[in-house]
């Protein structure tokens, strides 16, 4: 598995510190359904040719 590093300290004058923590579990929970979930690939299905 790959690790991204992001650096947030040039949103400091747009995103408050707390908000980065509560976007923290959304990120995580994109991340699980992308690696190891089907519903994400469901939605594009329809544009995959096979």
């Known amino acids: 598995m790959e690790t991204l590093l992001f650096d947030s300290s040039a949103l400091?004058?747009?995103v408050h510190p707390n908000e980065l923590g509560e976007m923290q579990a959304m990120v995580t929970a994109a991340d699980s359904e992308l690696r190891?979930?089907?519903q994400a690939f469901k939605a594009?299905?329809?544009l995959v040719q096979r």
């Open 12 to 14: 400091k004058k747009f």
């Open 36 to 38: 190891n979930g089907q």
């Open 44 to 46: 594009f299905e329809p």
